[in-house]
Structure formats: C-alpha cells, structure tokens
C-alpha cells in the first residue's frame, strides 16, 4: 500500500493553501459568504455540484474573464472546497461569454499596483495551475472561445480538455512587451517544443483543430454538441471510483518525468497497490463473475 499511503499522506500539503481559505458556507452562491458590506462585489466564479461532478465557471463575460487576483482566488476558492471529499469525482471548468479567459489583467500589472502585488498575482496563479495537477480527481476544461496567456495556461494545466471548432488559443504577451513566461510551464509540458515556442515568440493564435493536432486538446466538437459531449466525459469519470481514479492520476505525473525504468517501477508498484484497494478486488471479482462493479465510493 505504498503508493496508497504516500498519496494519503500528503494530506492537505498538496493544495498549498495561500492565507485565502475556500469558502465554506454560500460555495454555490456568486457572493462571498458572511459579506456584509452593501453592496459586495459578486464573485467572478460560480460552482454547482451534482452527482459527483462540480462546474466552475468563469463568470465575468464584460473583462473576457481575466483571471484577476479576485479571480483566481474564486477559482482556487471552487476548486478546493470540500477537495478530499468522496462526493466529488471529477471537475469541469466553463466560461460565459465569448472568451474563455483572457489571461491576467493587464490593469493590475502596472506599476500602480506594485512589486508585491504582481507576485500574488503570479504566486496564485502558479499555485492553482499546481493545484489542478495535483487534485485528487480529473479537472476538465470546457472551452468555447478564446483563450489566451494566463487563460491558455489554464487549459493546458486541466488534465482534458474538449472545445468547441470555433476556439482559438494564444500566448500573445510578447505583443504588450510581457512574454509568457508561466503559460510557457503548462504549454510547453503539453504540446511539441517547437509549437510552444512559435507561439510564444510570435503570439500567434492556433485553431481548436491546430490545438487538438499538437496535444493542447482532447477533443474538438461542433459547438452546439460543447456541452453534450464534456459532460458525457465528466459522467463517465463520475461513475467510476474516486480511489482507483486519484491513486492512477497522482501516479501518472508522478512518473512522467522519470526515466523509462524509473517509471516502470514506480508505475508496479502502484498496479500491486492499486490490487489491494477495495475498488481494486471488487473492480476484478465483477468481471469475473459478469456483473457489475458496487464501488466503494
């Protein structure tokens, strides 16, 4: 149960919590819990669970859901919450509006903010893209639109992502003299280092079908068949168990940067644990005696 016990004692260290904390009470609600000020601002995310899945949405069409300080402490706030819980198996994150995410907000990267701003801002996004990687169950991206620098970094980082034919991606932050530096992590662990780098250094976009050709997307669909189709995945996931699903997506990326007999012995190991998961034995006595599988949750 090794590789069981190293993902369970991880405990709460893999979310790396900045000194925000998820929200509690109102989780589902666009304003803060407890707010009391007239007026509050809503929150730029919202999120509805259902039956194993949680859909977080960017929620703030009129800035192209630029992931803001505010925002991206909605999303990691939505992402967390409740994140060890055995009701929650996989999560999808949308966007109203025509554009995904436009990526940071160029408002509060100039020098009137400041040097401590800017490294929030920057800390926290570097954290929930770690943070997606590092959930215990699969996050999905749903995307229909744009998505470009800070917000193709978010696709990137989503272990699927489906979008519709008529997205477009870009890291388009050498245009305004901010290269891309951090989207550059996420994309270029995701598509070909010659395709990371032309869009880095010239910023320009890629259709879906570029996109899905180099890796970036899972899936490229008819936008009337977006939603259909990503929550057919999502439901998939959900029917399945959490156990086998978290030990295999910590073991996949745990690997991944390993070398080839590294990886094999690590990726064993985890096979003869993932045996003595209940989910495991019950998984193997199903098919045997051709019945479906009764998980533990």
């Not at 993902?7 to 609600?29: D, I, T, Y």
């Not at 057919?232 to 745990?254: D, E, Q, W």
């Amino acid at each position: 149960m090794a590789a069981v016990a190293g993902l369970q004692a991880k405990g709460p260290r893999w979310l790396l919590r900045g000194p925000w904390a998820p929200l509690a009470a109102g989780f589902c609600s666009r304003r803060p819990a407890g707010a009391e000020s007239p007026g509050p601002e809503p929150r730029p995310t919202s999120a509805r669970q259902r039956d194993g899945i949680r859909n977080i949405v960017l929620s703030n069409p009129e800035k192209r859901n630029a992931l803001s300080l505010a925002m991206l402490k909605s999303l990691q706030s939505d992402i967390l919450h409740d994140a060890e819980s055995k009701d929650l198996k996989v999560i999808v994150i949308s966007a109203e509006g025509p554009v995904f995410s436009s990526g940071h907000d160029l408002k509060e990267l100039t020098d009137k903010q400041g040097h401590d701003y800017h490294v929030e801002v920057f800390q926290t996004c570097s954290e929930v893209m770690m943070q997606i990687q590092n959930h215990p169950v699969p996050v999905i991206a749903m995307v229909n639109g744009l998505a470009t620098a800070a917000g193709c970094q978010l696709v990137a980082s989503c272990d699927i992502a489906v979008a519709s034919d008529k997205s477009s991606f870009a890291t388009p932050g050498v245009n305004v003299g901010l290269f891309c530096s951090t989207p550059g992590v996420a994309l270029g662990r995701t598509v070909p280092r010659k395709v990371a780098l032309k869009m880095l250094f010239t910023g320009e976009p890629i259709s879906a079908q570029e996109a899905l050709s180099h890796g970036l997307l899972s899936k490229v669909v008819p936008e009337e068949q977006l939603e259909e189709e990503t929550m057919r995945i999502a439901k998939k996931i959900a029917s399945l168990s959490r156990p086998v699903m978290s030990l295999g997506k910590a073991t996949f990326y745990r690997q991944l940067p390993q070398d080839l007999q590294t990886a094999y012995c690590l990726t064993s190991q985890t096979m003869v644990d993932g045996l003595a998961l209940q989910d495991g034995q019950e998984g193997i006595k199903a098919f045997i005696q051709k019945r479906k599988p009764i998980w533990s949750h």
